[in-house]
């Protein structure tokens, strides 16, 4: 199985960037833990992170061609505005899970809408870093039980 994890804009930041919302953890210790766990499981990981709604896109597209079977997404700041990102997921029509760190129903109203969720298997949020290993976990028990 292969599966593709992408990150959106500014959370390569992650570690510096407001750790009192988003914790302490880099992008590259998250997405580290995240291959180890993808390799014990004998599957193929990819991470992808940009600040470019057009290379998350294209990332998305390219998908099919890369025989990705599932999509781990934290859209960030594009989840509440990025119309073009939801239709590309729609267009490749792979399952994803959308994850968030934080909780974003406790925070600014503008964050409580999600142009994604309604098209999601599921959507975690404000389990941090933790969130993007439970989403993997269920992507993995996905792939063996919709694949034989
Ligand atoms: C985020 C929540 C978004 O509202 C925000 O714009 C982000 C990160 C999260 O992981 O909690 O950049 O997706």
Known sequence: ARILVLHGPNLNMLGEREPGIYGSDTLSSIDQRLMALANEADCELETFQSNAEAE??????????LNIDFVIINPAAFTHTSVALRDALAATDLPFVEVHLSNVHAREPFRHNSYFSDLAVGVICGLGPLGYEAALQFALQHLNTTSS
């Open 56 to 65: 998350l896109i294209d990332t998305v597209h390219r998908a099919r061609g």
